[in-house]
């Protein structure tokens, strides 16, 4: 939970020790994550299309996700607990616009990301490819869960002053 005093997170870490994050400190943190795509990616950005290494790497940390983070999540309730929670919560300043048995529907009014993507000289095109490889970590996890599905709704990256992420549950086949 947030602190309005201090701006700092409580939250646990992975072995369930309560820790103290200030929530400068986090968004510094995911621009660090960002500067490491920049570098990494600059090479690629203008080549890649699709489904190219970069998008397939960031991919693949989402299925780990969903066996970390995610680990027996299956319902949108569920998911939307474990995404909004901190710090993720007050860095990411996510407001939930819908959520029920079937829809979660969530805003990220920021994004270091993009922040950090354009303070390092990023045209808008390559912000948008890298906000787009970015959220393959989202879409690893949901597939890699298997009972949800994910659509990107609007992003900051391509001008909107938020993003909006929806995570529908799957309907189950009709049994024959």
Known sequence: MADQTTNQIESLDEEGFRTSLGIEEARD???????????????????????GPLHQAI????????????????????????FTAEPSR??????TLELTDDTFEVEFNECPLVTAWRELGATPEEVVKLCDIAMEED?????EIGTLNYELKETIAEGSHHCIVR???KQQEAQA
């Open 90 to 95: 007050s860095v990411l300043k996510l407001k």
């Open 167 to 169: 995570i529908t549950a």
């Open 139 to 143: 879409r690893g996890a949901i597939e």
């Open 29 to 51: 943190e995911r621009a660090g994550c960002a500067e490491w795509l920049w570098y990494l990616g600059r090479k690629w950005l203008a080549e890649e299309k699709g489904d």
């Open 59 to 82: 991919r693949q940390s989402g299925y780990d996700a969903a066996h970390g983070r995610y680990a027996g999540v299956k319902t949108t309730r569920e998911f939307a607990k474990t």
